[in-house]
């Protein structure tokens, strides 16, 4: 199973696209990009808007290799309601549009579903389904697993893909898994490797959560980004983490590390960003999917 994330907090941009191919099958989950629209009452600095455009670029190119894609909810850093024409010909499978969602995004799904229009070869909802393509199983969380520790902005998908002895997890927005139901799935699957999303720390999670599952799984690598990197001492905020992963030998690592790059953190530094490379703050920039 070859897993090769595309853009992710750590790599600049606000993003979980992730690629995955076996010998029978490949998805792209969740290919949308976008920028935070204000942090710190600065707007996205000229080089996030270039390194967003750059891994469009990437995730517009891999979904040509896809069969499969998927769409674990309805924000932008997600999906890209503005480019129907990357799903065509593909298999979709979507978050239900109707049922456990938020007002928001709703509306977001309908407008979506209306820009795909006739162009997929399929659209499915996705929650709790199981299809099996060769020696390939993807399987999908049940319905009302929440985005973060409520339903205040809806819910999520969580993707799970195995093939022979390799079985991988991608969480989507579960914020550091802090709800019951939602760690409980990851241990179920029990996955060797999962991209999960960290905790908004700002916001007062914690990494907690994400020490009960690596006691309770046999996961080796754990990925964590998104979230997380918008926290300047992110590192920091995982020694509890780290500190467990180590007894039970797990490599834990946010994206930019599995792929052996080089952490570039943009938006919990953009103020530091317009200081050494200056540029028009209050020049205004339109991108259709820029925000949450």
């Not at 109707?98 to 579903?113: E, G, P, S, T, V």
């Not at 990851?186 to 960290?198: F, H, Y």
Request: proline share 8%.
């Amino acid at each position: 199973m070859k897993i090769v994330p595309l853009s992710f907090d750590s790599l600049g941009t606000r993003s979980m696209a992730t690629y995955v191919e076996t010998p029978d099958v490949a998805v792209l989950i969740d290919p949308g990009v976008a920028l935070a629209p204000n942090r710190y009452s600065y707007p996205p600095h000229p080089i996030e808007v270039e390194r967003m455009m750059e891994d469009w670029r990437t995730i517009e190119k891999f979904s040509k290799k896809s069969d499969i894609m998927i769409v674990t909810h309805y924000h932008y850093d997600h999906h890209n309601p503005e480019a129907p024409e990357i799903y065509k010909g593909k298999q979709v499978f979507i978050k239900d549009p109707d049922k456990n969602i938020n007002k928001n995004q709703a509306k977001r799904a309908k407008y979506f579903l209306k820009k795909l229009g006739k162009l997929p070869k399929l659209i499915e909802t996705a929650e709790g389904k199981e299809i099996q393509f060769g020696k390939t199983k993807i399987r999908f969380s049940p319905p009302g697993i929440p985005h973060g520790p409520d339903e205040k902005l809806g819910c999520i998908v969580m993707t799970v893909m195995s093939h022979g002895a390799r079985k991988f997890v991608h969480t989507s927005d579960v914020e550091g898994a802090t709800v019951k139901s939602q760690r409980d799935f990851i241990v179920r699957e029990n996955p060797d490797t999962l991209i999960i999303d960290g905790p908004l720390t700002w916001l007062g999670l914690h990494a907690g959560s994400m020490c009960e599952i690596v006691k309770k799984s046999r996961i080796k690598n754990f990925i964590v980004d998104h979230h997380f990197l918008r926290d300047p001492r992110w590192k920091e905020k995982m020694s509890s983490v780290y500190e467990v992963a180590k007894e039970r030998g797990t490599r834990v690592e946010c994206v930019a590390e599995y792929l052996g790059k080089k952490i570039t953190m943009y938006e919990p530094f953009r103020k530091k960003l317009f200081e050494e490379h200056p540029a028009e703050k209050d020049k205004p920039i339109y991108l259709p999917w820029l925000a949450k």
